[in-house]
Structure formats: C-alpha cells, structure tokens
Nanobody
Framework: QVHVAESGGGLVQPGGSLRLSCVAS????????IAWFRQAPGKEREGVAC????????GYSEPVRGRFTISRDDAKNTVYLQMNSLKPEDTAVYYC????????????WGQGTQVTVPS
C-alpha cells in the first residue's frame, strides 16, 4: 500500500525558515518522483519542487527558486523541503505527492501541512 505523510509546518516570521518532511511507505522506491505542492486560500494548487533520484536534478517553481531546497534520504524514505527566506506569499497548505516510475501523474497525496508566514 502506498501512502505519504507530511509534517513540519507551522507559523514562522518573514525571513525565517522551516523544514517540511514527507515520509513515504516502503512501496515507494528510489525511482519514484516525489513533489511538493501548495495551495493558498482562494488560489489553485501549484507545484513547488520535485525530485526523482537522490542524485538527480531537482526542479523548482520560479517563486521559490533560490530559497527552497528539496532533498531526499532514501534510507529513511523521506523527502525534505527546506524553506528559507520565507515570505507572506508562501503561506499555504503544503502537500507531498508521489508519482510512480513511468507514470504521468501524481497518484498519491498526503493530507497537507499548514505553513503560515504573517505579513
């Protein structure tokens, strides 16, 4: 059975940092792509970052490039999202999602974790 679960959200002041964690079940292999998405109130969900293999090139959306870093520890089945220089516009529910090798969509989603950066 496949599942992913996020943790690490919270309230942080502008300019601060948070690290989100996404723990995947053992069924999720090294070759699955893990991504972070976010959804702010009244806005559509958007992709933030993704990573396939631990030594692969991660991808970032333009709003977070240079501030956020995605990494994975396959020994722990965990993907991290280090978020630095946080801004009020980063406020959103952050979701972790998994896409199987060769798949074209993210089939497995976590429940989300709230990140709040007050203005």
């Amino acid at each position: 059975q496949v599942h992913v679960a996020e943790s690490g959200g919270g309230l942080v002041q502008p300019g601060g940092s948070l690290r989100l964690s996404c723990v995947a079940s053992d069924y999720v292999s090294d070759y699955w792509t893990i991504a972070w998405f976010r959804q702010a109130p009244g806005k559509e969900r958007e992709g933030v970052a993704c990573i396939t293999k631990s030594d692969g090139d991660p991808g970032y959306s333009e709003p977070v490039r240079g501030r956020f870093t995605i990494s994975r520890d396959d020994a722990k089945n965990t993907v991290y999202l280090q978020m630095n220089s946080l801004k009020p516009e980063d406020t959103a529910v952050y979701y972790c999602a998994a896409r199987p090798k060769g798949g074209d969509k993210y089939d497995y989603w976590g429940q989300g974790t709230q990140v709040t950066v007050p203005s």
